[in-house]
Nanobody, 129 residues
Framework: QVQLVESGGGLVQAGGSPRLSCAASGRTFSSYVMGWFRQAPGKEREFVAAISWSGGSTYYADSVKGRFTMSRDNAKNTVYLQMNSLKPEDTAVYYC??????????????????????WGQGTQVTVSS
């Protein structure tokens, strides 16, 4: 069982650079691919970023590529999402998710949501223009 708790959200001005954190419980954190998703009001949940169990491989949605950076610290059981150059359209609830890594698929395959076994409660990010 893995429990995920996100933090770092809030009200940010456009162009701001907040960093989200996701703290995970459990001793096998390094066995999981981790992902960030977001859901804006009235819209479906969408993939943002994913990172391999080692942190050596990342994959991003086109909408955030070059602006967001995902990283992880397995010693701290924590993943991060550094968000730069925020836009009002980045306003959403951001969710952290964990997928047990089978060792078969690259991290670029972990984008649909159904691959993930555990989800956090989410943290709201609101970008003001």
């Amino acid at each position: 069982q893995v429990q995920l708790v996100e933090s770092g959200g809030g009200l940010v001005q456009a162009g701001g650079s907040p960093r989200l954190s996701c703290a995970a419980s459990g001793r096998t954190f390094s066995s999981y691919v981790m992902g960030w998703f977001r859901q804006a009001p009235g819209k479906e949940r969408e993939f943002v970023a994913a990172i391999s169990w080692s942190g050596g491989s990342t994959y991003y949605a086109d909408s955030v590529k070059g602006r967001f950076t995902m990283s992880r610290d397995n010693a701290k059981n924590t993943v991060y999402l550094q968000m730069n150059s925020l836009k009002p359209e980045d306003t959403a609830v951001y969710y952290c998710a964990a997928a047990y890594y089978s060792g078969i698929y690259p991290v670029s395959r972990y984008t649909g949501g159904k691959e993930y076994d555990y989800w956090g409660q989410g943290t709201q990010v609101t970008v003001s223009s």
